[in-house]
């Protein structure tokens, strides 16, 4: 991607006029700005996780790491309600993005059939939901009517289907998959199962791949649905747990933890920010560690799907 | 192979929708959804009348206004400036930082702000009072006049380069010939900018913008909710997150939809009243 991208500006050899010059000369200066104000408190964090809090709160925690120690991490290792929050939310992720994908790419397949003649009616039935719902308070009542209140299957099975991705994988289906390969399939007796699961899934790795990442980070950062509909402690996913170790500082107050033994419900004051920078490291890297594998496919995936709505 | 999604839908998506109906109901605890009494529009009545009622679409147009005036431009800008970086390692580094505070959720993120902007400890904090950009007693995360401010800038830096990808692949579709038919005319880097690059995402642009409109009201529920507390509440208490106290809260399910309907019905309309004016001046729409 980033080679056919830099073939257009590539070509503009500098004429060595001001204004091009200065041009190059705001590019560079915004991008290394912009570099260091996403960069740099990434690093700070990871830096103050492994330092001296009192030296971090006085500033002295500047570009290198001081009095380095792993407190933050041995108190956060030692924690139960992290672990639960830790293995639910895996748990969520795990199935509820399988769901997602046994959902949303045969939908995909299916709608981008042009014999299909139902897609017609099908598709803005899908797309008003993206602008128009019933809200929340509705939401929540059918949630309790089906009886999913308190039980893992809310956080899995709501949200089993994202429209903006059906959208983007529709599309991808449509434009990057030749019909002659159907075409070719049917007359060798390919159902359309058969067909699906043997071409199309393996020619479609681009876009699995994008929509697996967007639904697994919607599930590994879902705070809202636990929020909502859960209240037993141990069900809670890892955001709930974060929001109450890092906001609400029960961490701190002395036992208030929810369902923790005893040491584990409270942690010293003056270890607190350090702790805090650890929890945040512990929670985000799983996610960050995904990001890397699939950032190629970024641009295509994404292109394809959203710019024709 | 469309069934569980269209099933998914229903349930899920157009469920909610037929229990609009309580908005209109008084809500009854054992007759569930519809077994309501017919009230008409008294929870409408009563949520128009409400103190509540100003505060809370004032609160939510502001933050609004601010993050589509601000967080809008951005990732534009940010893609035009990927898109002129030549070297193709610089540019890959750029965009791998960029995109990575996406990935945090916003209870890091509030929980960072938190860390950072603390009046006493936090860095940022205490990077703008040595530069004397703010007065030495200004709490950002209590202070009111704060709050808009801390919400639409956090959220560009965690989104701004995410959201900027759809504009780096619209560059990235611009014809080669173009550049080199306007480097012939004599343009310089800032005219092609302007008459070849942003025209060309153009399209993009406006079809991003209608879809943001639909959305003006609809001010993130998580990121505001972790973001109050009793001192910023007159600036931050939002629609959605007045659903959630009222309605969730404190069980007041029918007055609860009334105000989520009412905030509902809005965003349809900006996003009605964008698309129709998009089709008007560009002839491009959504629908």
Same mark, same amino acid.
């Given at each position: 991607?980033?080679?056919?991208?830099?073939?257009?500006?590539?070509?503009?050899?500098?004429?060595?006029?001001?204004?091009?010059? +200065?041009?190059?000369?705001?590019?560079?200066?915004?991008?290394?700005?912009?570099?260091?104000?996403?960069?740099?408190?990434?690093?700070?964090?990871?830096?103050?996780?492994?330092?001296?809090?009192?030296?971090?709160?006085?500033?002295?925690?500047?570009?290198?790491?001081?009095?380095?120690?792993?407190?933050?991490?041995?108190?956060?290792?030692?924690?139960?309600?992290?672990?639960?929050?830790?293995?639910?939310?895996?748990?969520?992720?795990?199935?509820?993005?399988?769901?997602?994908?046994?959902?949303?790419?045969?939908?995909?397949?299916?709608?981008?059939?042009?014999?299909?003649?139902?897609?017609?009616?099908?598709?803005?039935?899908?797309?008003?939901?993206?602008?128009?719902?019933?809200?929340?308070?509705?939401?929540? +009542?059918?949630?309790?009517?089906?009886?999913?209140?308190?039980?893992?299957?809310?956080?899995?099975?709501?949200?089993?289907?994202?429209?903006?991705?059906?959208?983007?994988?529709?599309?991808?289906?449509?434009?990057?998959?030749?019909?002659?390969?159907?075409?070719?399939?049917?007359?060798?007796?390919?159902?359309?199962?058969?067909?699906?699961?043997?071409?199309?899934?393996?020619?479609?790795?681009?876009?699995?791949?994008?929509?697996?990442?967007?639904?697994?980070?919607?599930?590994?950062?879902?705070?809202?649905?636990?929020?909502?509909?859960?209240?037993?402690?141990?069900?809670?996913?890892?955001?709930?747990?974060?929001?109450?170790?890092?906001?609400?500082?029960?961490?701190?107050?002395?036992?208030?933890?929810?369902?923790?033994?005893?040491?584990?419900?409270?942690?010293?004051?003056?270890?607190?920010?350090?702790?805090?920078?650890?929890?945040?490291?512990?929670?985000?890297?799983?996610?960050?560690?995904?990001?890397?594998?699939?950032?190629?496919?970024?641009?295509?995936?994404?292109?394809?799907?959203?710019?024709?709505? | 192979?469309?069934?569980?999604?269209?099933?998914?839908?229903?349930?899920?998506?157009?469920?909610?929708?037929?229990?609009?109906?309580?908005?209109?109901?008084?809500?009854?605890?054992?007759?569930?959804?519809?077994?309501?009494?017919?009230?008409?529009?008294?929870?409408?009545?009563?949520?128009?009348?409400?103190?509540?009622?100003?505060?809370?679409?004032?609160?939510?147009?502001?933050?609004?206004?601010?993050?589509?005036?601000?967080?809008?431009?951005?990732?534009?800008?940010?893609?035009?400036?990927?898109?002129?970086?030549?070297?193709?390692?610089?540019?890959?580094?750029?965009?791998?930082?960029?995109?990575?505070?996406?990935?945090?959720?916003?209870?890091?993120?509030?929980?960072?702000?938190?860390?950072?902007?603390?009046?006493?400890?936090?860095?940022?904090?205490?990077?703008?009072?040595?530069?004397?950009?703010?007065?030495?007693?200004?709490?950002?995360?209590?202070?009111?006049?704060?709050?808009?401010?801390?919400?639409?800038?956090?959220?560009?830096?965690?989104?701004?380069?995410?959201?900027?990808?759809?504009?780096?692949?619209?560059?990235?579709?611009?014809?080669?010939?173009?550049?080199?038919?306007?480097?012939?005319?004599?343009?310089?880097?800032?005219?092609?900018?302007?008459?070849?690059?942003?025209?060309?995402?153009?399209?993009?642009?406006?079809?991003?913008?209608?879809?943001?409109?639909?959305?003006?009201?609809?001010?993130?529920?998580?990121?505001?909710?972790?973001?109050?507390?009793?001192?910023?509440?007159?600036?931050?208490?939002?629609?959605?997150?007045?659903?959630?106290?009222?309605?969730?809260?404190?069980?007041?399910?029918?007055?609860?939809?009334?105000?989520?309907?009412?905030?509902?019905?809005?965003?349809?309309?900006?996003?009605?009243?964008?698309?129709?004016?998009?089709?008007?001046?560009?002839?491009?729409?959504?629908?």
């Amino acid at each position: 991607m980033s080679n056919s991208q830099a073939a257009p500006s590539q070509k503009i050899k500098h004429s060595g006029g001001i204004a091009d010059r +200065l041009y190059t000369l705001v590019v560079a200066v915004i991008s290394i700005a912009a570099f260091i104000m996403v960069a740099y408190p990434l690093y700070f964090i990871i830096i103050a996780s492994v330092s001296n809090s009192t030296m971090v709160n006085q500033g002295q925690v500047i570009l290198w790491p001081k009095d380095i120690n792993l407190y933050g991490y041995e108190q956060i290792f030692k924690d139960t309600r992290i672990w639960q929050g830790y293995k639910n939310t895996i748990i969520y992720t795990v199935l509820g993005t399988l769901l997602n994908l046994l959902v949303t790419l045969p939908a995909a397949y299916a709608l981008s059939q042009r014999k299909f003649r139902a897609r017609r009616f099908i598709m803005p039935l899908f797309v008003i939901t993206m602008y128009f719902g019933g809200g929340m308070i509705p939401t929540y +009542l059918l949630i309790r009517d089906l009886n999913l209140l308190n039980t893992p299957w809310v956080m899995i099975v709501n949200g089993a289907i994202s429209v903006y991705n059906l959208i983007i994988t529709r599309t991808f289906f449509e434009t990057a998959i030749p019909e002659e390969l159907h075409e070719a399939a049917t007359l060798d007796g390919c159902s359309h199962f058969r067909y699906f699961i043997s071409v199309v899934v393996p020619l479609s790795k681009a876009v699995i791949s994008v929509i697996t990442l967007y639904y697994v980070v919607g599930h590994w950062n879902d705070f809202f649905n636990a929020l909502l509909y859960i209240n037993t402690d141990s069900l809670q996913p890892l955001q709930i747990v974060l929001r109450n170790i890092l906001l609400s500082n029960q961490a701190f107050a002395g036992g208030a933890g929810s369902g923790a033994g005893a040491g584990a419900g409270s942690y010293a004051q003056q270890f607190a920010d350090q702790i805090k920078y650890a929890v945040i490291i512990v929670s985000t890297v799983p996610v960050l560690i995904i990001y890397p594998f699939i950032q190629k496919y970024f641009e295509k995936g994404v292109m394809i799907g959203a710019v024709k709505g | 192979m469309v069934l569980p999604a269209v099933i998914y839908i229903a349930i899920f998506c157009y469920g909610p929708m037929y229990g609009i109906q309580l908005a209109f109901r008084e809500f009854d605890f054992s007759k569930g959804l519809t077994g309501g009494e017919w009230a008409g529009l008294k929870y409408f009545e009563q949520y128009f009348n409400s103190p509540m009622f100003w505060p809370t679409l004032r609160n939510t147009f502001i933050i609004a206004f601010f993050s589509i005036l601000l967080g809008f431009p951005m990732p534009i800008l940010l893609a035009l400036v990927v898109n002129s970086i030549r070297s193709n390692r610089r540019k890959r580094i750029l965009q791998t930082t960029v995109y990575m505070p996406y990935f945090i959720s916003t209870v890091v993120l509030v929980a960072l702000l938190q860390i950072m902007l603390s009046p006493t400890t936090g860095l940022i904090d205490g990077f703008l009072k040595a530069l004397h950009l703010i007065p030495a007693d200004t709490n950002l995360i209590g202070d009111p006049g704060a709050f808009v401010p801390v919400y639409v800038i956090s959220a560009i830096w965690q989104a701004c380069g995410w959201n900027s990808i759809i504009f780096i692949a619209a560059l990235s579709s611009v014809d080669a010939q173009q550049y080199d038919a306007a480097r012939i005319d004599g343009a310089n880097r800032w005219q092609t900018v302007w008459h070849v690059e942003i025209p060309a995402i153009l399209p993009t642009i406006i079809i991003l913008l209608i879809m943001n409109m639909g959305s003006i009201l609809s001010v993130g529920f998580e990121k505001t909710f972790l973001m109050q507390n009793s001192l910023n509440k007159p600036v931050s208490e939002v629609i959605s997150t007045y659903v959630f106290n009222v309605g969730v809260k404190s069980n007041q399910f029918s007055f609860g939809s009334a105000v989520g309907l009412f905030n509902t019905l809005i965003n349809f309309t900006f996003l009605m009243l964008a698309n129709a004016l998009a089709k008007k001046t560009s002839k491009i729409s959504l629908m």
